[in-house]
């Protein structure tokens, strides 16, 4: 069984923001495998789905918490469905990594990512895989906490629409051949590079 979590800040004021990418993933492969993501077990505090894909047993997951305290939602996921960090990819998003940009890595450290580091802290470990998709730096002198909780801009969305579909199938890949998925991941571009 493997886990798949996507990061996320779950109030609906922060739809469509920078720092929600990876719940958009995580909302992509549901949609295109009719998986429905539902409030999960009261012991666990996230929104999950259950389904086989290319015949690997699969749980998504959103956390319903805020992001930088996403880590006891995580681990509260992998308790009640008797999962570890080695079943885990966390889906999240890098304002180091350029925009339109993936990643697929395993047991690095947080990359001064809040919710990330929430989640080394809750499950006591960092040997598990993250797919970090790039949403650029801020602008100028721009407060980087202000900018991930931004909207995309009009012009970025078409990119990102398609950067959130290419991360869905890195993630597809990665359930069956996890070296190629980081492979793949690594030679994505985005259509108008920055």
């Known amino acids: 069984m493997k886990v798949i979590v996507g990061l996320r800040n779950p109030e609906r004021r922060y739809d469509g923001t920078r720092h929600n990418v990876g719940g958009e993933v995580v909302e992509a492969i549901a949609e295109r495998r ?3 993501l539902r409030r999960g077990p ?5 929104s999950v789905a259950q389904g ?5 047993d699969v749980i998504l997951a ?14 509260s996921v992998l308790r009640y469905y008797g999962a570890s ?3 885990l990819l966390v889906i999240h998003d ?3 990594l350029p925009f339109g940009r993936l990643r697929l890595h395993h047991g690095r450290g947080t990359g001064g990512h809040n919710g990330v580091r929430s989640i080394v802290a809750a499950v006591g470990s960092r040997d598990f895989y993250r797919l970090k998709i790039g949403i650029g730096r801020p602008p100028g002198r721009m407060d980087p906490a202000a900018f991930v909780l931004q909207r995309f801009d009009k012009d970025e969305r078409p990119e990102i629409d398609l950067l959130v579909t290419d991360a869905a199938d890195v993630v597809e890949q990665y359930l ?8 793949a991941a690594g ?4 259509e108008d590079p920055r």
């Open 62 to 75: 959103l956390p319903r918490v805020s992001m930088n305290v996403s880590g006891p939602a995580v681990a």
């Open 94 to 96: 890098d304002i180091d």
């Open 34 to 36: 009719n998986f429905r």
């Open 42 to 46: 009261r012991r666990v505090a996230a």
């Open 176 to 183: 069956v051949d996890p070296e190629g998925a980081v492979q």
């Open 187 to 190: 030679r994505r571009r985005p």
């Open 85 to 87: 960090t080695d079943d």
């Open 52 to 56: 086989s894909i290319d015949g690997v």
